[in-house]
């Protein structure tokens, strides 16, 4: 099923970019810490990447990228999850998945189950090589795959209806 999404693609300079930004980071902080209180709830679910494909989704690569790149820092910093040695790979995926869904976005200008698997697949599948390159442990770097499945189900699902939500006001 696919359906036309009214997607902007904010400017640096604008304060509707950091004020997004700023929401969709939060998300990522605050979400995941639920899915922690779940036995490797962060491993299966992927909680960290779900607001950066919205944000960059709906509101292009720099919100996506602001939301990438901060998403997983600030959570490290805060509560040691995702730990120090896990912050490259899933900083590398993140603004992987930043880039390659705001690219879908505007490329195709709609939200489409099938956009939406082939930009979780692609996040993955290159983050994955990255992680892999990163640490040198092909089984360590396809986890998301082994474990993860229901995250990108959840990614792939939860974007697409969220992305379909149509609102009477600007959010912004």
């Given at each position: ?131 892999w390159a990163l ?15 229901p995250g990108m ?20």
């Amino acid at each position: 099923m696919q359906t036309s999404v009214s997607l902007q693609s904010l400017p640096f300079s604008s304060a509707k970019t950091y004020f997004a930004a700023t929401l969709f980071i939060v998300a990522n902080i605050a979400v995941p810490q639920l899915f922690h209180l779940v036995p490797q709830g962060g491993a299966t679910w992927l909680p960290i990447y779900f607001f950066t494909l919205i944000g960059a989704y709906k509101f292009g690569w720099r919100v996506g990228l602001l939301t990438a790149m901060f998403s997983p820092l600030i959570n490290s910093l805060l509560f040691a999850m995702p730990a120090a040695a896990a912050l490259p790979a899933i900083t590398l995926k993140s603004v992987l998945l930043a880039v390659i869904s705001a690219y879908a976005a505007a490329r195709f200008r709609k939200a489409d189950l099938i956009l939406l698997v082939a930009v979780v697949l692609a996040y993955q599948i290159f983050g994955t090589l990255g992680e892999w390159a990163l640490n040198g442990d092909f089984i360590l770097a396809c986890q998301d795959f082994r474990l993860g499945i229901p995250g990108m189900l959840l990614q792939i699902f939860g974007a697409w209806f969220i992305l379909r939500l149509k609102f009477d006001r600007p959010v912004f």
